[in-house]
């Protein structure tokens, strides 16, 4: 595991950039999994201007999401879908239909999980952005998820919806359950970029790089992969 300390949180956003950008650069046809929330939204934001100033094309890329809300209306601005392509692929040169994500409205729920499985399986996932949660969720694993999991729908915890609840700042209810990628189908990527900033997240990130492997601490799976770099700003690596 390669951990990278970067002088700020703007410095560390440009340093896994830079990590996306040549793994873009690099690939006739790249399959690049995504995650949302608010760590991700400067990496998307350098990548965007990245496009726009420097000629990175994302023309070649198919882009996977991890997770997804059950229950949304199918405009819902909080979907994550809707994220990914308000902070991204309208603002590159994705194809149409480049942007690849679990059904949340399709009538079999659990036969649409094994769609899913089987379509980021054979993709197959060449680097997979990951955030981490204050309670060590990576994707919509919560504590106690399996390190074999599948993609399966889950019912979120009480920590995940508070700390996600500052998205739905029309005051509605956080979704209780979600789709997600489980943590097999997450290791199965052949690289992984964790990226994490903030004081919050210290002692996550401490647990997960540092920590015994436990389902307690679902980010502690990272451990088991041979590829994976950690950019943090000095807050978040202040535990380690």
């Given at each position: 595991m390669r951990i990278i300390v970067a002088e700020d949180r703007v410095a560390a956003s440009e340093c896994a950039a830079d990590i996306v950008e040549r793994f873009v650069r690099d690939q006739r046809r790249a399959s690049?999994?995504?995650?949302?929330?608010?760590?991700?939204?400067?990496?998307y934001d350098e990548l965007v201007r990245?496009?726009?100033?420097?000629?990175?094309?994302?023309?070649?890329?198919?882009?996977?999401?991890?997770?997804?809300?059950?229950?949304?209306?199918p405009d819902d601005p909080c979907r994550?879908?809707?994220v990914v392509q308000r902070e991204l692929a309208q603002q590159v040169d994705l194809r149409r239909d480049a942007v690849h994500?679990?059904?949340?409205?399709?009538p079999?729920?659990?036969?649409?999980?094994?769609?899913?499985?089987?379509?980021?399986?054979?993709?197959p996932i060449g680097l997979q952005i990951l955030g981490i949660g204050f309670n060590g969720h990576i994707a919509f694993n919560e504590p106690g998820s399996a390190f074999d999991s599948?993609?399966?729908?889950?019912?979120?915890s009480e920590q995940t919806r508070s700390d996600n609840a500052g998205c739905f700042s029309d005051g509605r209810p956080v979704p209780e359950r979600a789709?997600?990628?489980?943590?097999?189908?997450?290791?199965?990527?052949?690289?992984?970029?964790l990226l994490a900033c903030g004081e919050r997240k210290a002692a996550t990130v401490a647990a997960a790089v540092d920590g015994p492997l436990c389902e307690a601490v679902p980010a502690s799976a990272?451990?088991?992969?041979?590829s994976v770099t950690v950019v943090l700003d000095p807050d978040a690596a202040s535990l380690l």
């Open positions: 690049l999994g995504v995650a949302t929330g608010r760590t991700t939204e400067a990496l990245r496009h726009q100033h420097e000629g990175l094309s994302f023309a070649g890329v198919d882009v996977y999401l991890l997770d997804e809300y059950v229950g949304l209306d994550f879908r809707s994500c679990p059904d949340p409205d399709a079999d729920l659990p036969r649409e999980c094994c769609r899913y499985e089987h379509l980021v399986r054979s993709a599948v993609t399966r729908i889950v019912a979120l789709i997600t990628q489980g943590i097999a189908a997450i290791l199965a990527a052949t690289e992984l970029l990272l451990q088991l992969h041979a």
